[in-house]
């Protein structure tokens, strides 16, 4: 399963780039108004730091809007994928990239039928939102597994990028019900090396490798 960064803070990518955990970024309006930055600016750089896909979303509500937003952002980076959501006017708009050759990530996914709808519009990536669900009471994990069985019996080609995860669980889930990518925050990415018998298991080989007195260098 491929990892994505979700941030559009260029100094957390380069602190985490190092790992090789990083496959590529996701941001969103949210994320940009956070890094108090120009969009295209941000995008450049991030594009100029990671190989992989990055991610942009167009704001815009209406087809014709979107359509030039999108463009816009591809034309940053030949790795900008651009970020649109699931509305009508949305896989309008992902039909329209998708014959020009411009990939597409389609957002704000909560059902397996809008998940067929978008790979009908041939969007290259579709976002379901884990997180989101959960808290409505539904299974987000369950909805992943859903896309998955649905796009390998009808051989849609679009990639499950696995959305709104907020903790381990929500990774571990999403990674066993078959998604090809997930997006984490740095934070949660972090966390998913911790474990509290790593850290005793540690200390304890530690304590007993002092207690030899030897270095290896």
Same mark, same amino acid.
Request: aromatic share 6%; glycine share 8%.
């Given at each position: ?8 803070d ?18 969103n ?6 890094s ?15 190989e ?18 999108? =463009?816009?952002? #591809?034309?940053?980076?030949? &790795?900008?994928?651009?970020?649109? *959501?699931?509305?009508?006017? $949305? @896989? ?12 597409t ?8 039928a ?6 009908k ?16 009471g ?11 069985a ?12 696995a ?7 929500h990774? =571990?889930?999403? #990674?066993?019900?078959?998604? &090809?990518?997930?997006?984490?925050? *740095?934070?949660?990415?972090? $966390? @998913? ?5 790593t ?19």
């Amino acid at each position: 399963m491929k990892i994505f960064l979700d941030t559009a803070d260029v100094n957390v990518i380069k602190d985490i780039l190092p790992t090789g955990m990083v496959d590529g970024v996701t941001t969103n309006p949210s994320l940009i108004a956070k890094s108090g930055r120009n969009i295209a600016e941000v995008i450049a750089e991030i594009c100029a730091l990671v190989e992989g896909p990055i991610s942009a979303e167009a704001v815009a509500t209406d087809y014709e809007t979107m359509v030039m937003e999108g =463009e816009k952002l #591809a034309a940053i980076h030949k &790795n900008v994928v651009v970020k649109l *959501p699931l509305t009508w006017d $949305g @896989l309008r708009a992902t039909r329209t990239f998708t014959d020009r050759g411009i990939k597409t990530n389609v957002t704000l996914c909560f059902s397996a039928a809008q998940a067929m709808l978008a790979a009908k519009a041939g969007a290259t990536f579709i976002s379901p939102f884990v997180g989101r669900l959960d808290d409505h009471g539904a299974d987000g994990g369950l909805l992943i597994e859903e896309i998955r069985a649905l796009y390998d019996m009808q051989d849609f080609k679009t990639e499950i990028l696995a959305a709104s995860l907020r903790n381990t669980a929500h990774v =571990e889930a999403a #990674a066993i019900a078959g998604a &090809n990518a997930a997006t984490l925050p *740095p934070e949660v990415l972090k $966390g @998913l090396v911790k474990h509290p018998l790593t850290d005793k298991g540690l200390d304890a080989f530690l304590a007993d490798w002092g207690k030899t007195g030897q270095s290896i260098l």
